[in-house]
């Protein structure tokens, strides 16, 4: 059974940067079959797909041209984790976040979710 | 691709029928997840493929349609089905959702 858990700070101060990171159990970040979401929601935004990572004979990623000149997502091997970093944040980028695991770009498992704050 | 769902709300009793709408803005083939979100909780996959059910999802759930118009019908509406419901186009980059129906009690 695939399990994601989420962790990182709730709280960013304006232009800094924000880091979450996704610990994956029950499956593989280096998995041929699978990708790595990052995923938020806000009453103003609803859900919005933000970026992925993915394995296929090499690390690819896909990002939302939304964020695309700030978002980072990488994956950590050793770990069996995967990290979210979005620079330059304002409060616009107050949201809950989620990890999500896709295999189709369907998103058939979630993390918690984590609660960021933007705010000095 | 923009998701449109309507109704924004949707009041039903328990065991009645709840037929949930989902319009995509271009066409997305069968390419269209649904979610189901609680309270304090991230979405649950409930179908994808337009209208195949993932796992553990009861049979009560069925989605239809292809092209642009979708359908989520809950056949009879049991007390853990009223939440918010979320489609999911994947035809297209970026992945986009709509804004969500939500079933409350009626």
């Known amino acids: 059974q695939v399990q994601l858990q989420q962790s990182g700070p709730g709280l960013v101060k304006p232009s800094q940067t924000l880091s979450l990171t996704c610990a994956i159990s029950?499956?593989?970040?280096?998995?041929?079959?699978?990708?790595w979401n990052w995923i938020r929601q806000s009453p103003s935004r609803g859900l919005e797909w933000l970026g992925r990572t993915y394995y296929r004979s090499k690390w690819y990623n896909d990002y939302a041209v939304s964020v695309k000149s700030r978002i980072t997502v990488n994956p950590d091997t050793s770990k069996n984790q995967f990290y979210l970093h979005l620079k330059s944040v304002t409060p616009e980028d107050t949201a809950i976040y989620y990890c999500?695991?896709?295999?189709?770009?369907?998103?058939?498992?979630w993390g918690q979710g984590t609660l960021v704050t933007v705010s000095s | 691709i923009v998701m449109t769902q309507s109704p924004a709300t949707l009041s039903v009793s328990p065991g009645e029928r709840a037929t949930l709408s989902c319009r995509a803005s271009?066409?997305?083939?069968?390419?269209l997840a649904w979610y189901q979100q609680k309270p304090g909780q991230a979405p649950r996959l409930l179908i994808y493929?337009?209208?195949t059910r993932a796992t553990g999802i009861p049979a009560r759930f069925s989605g239809s349609g292809s092209g642009t118009e979708f359908t989520l019908t809950i056949s009879s509406l049991q007390s853990e089905d009223f939440a918010v419901y979320f489609c999911q186009q994947y035809n297209n980059w970026p992945l986009t959702f709509g804004g969500g129906t939500k079933v409350e009690i009626k």
């Open positions: 029950g499956d593989s970040v280096s998995s041929n079959s699978a990708a």
């Open positions: 271009q066409f997305v083939s069968s390419n």
């Open positions: 999500a695991r896709d295999q189709m770009r369907h998103f058939d498992n």
């Open positions: 493929g337009a209208s």
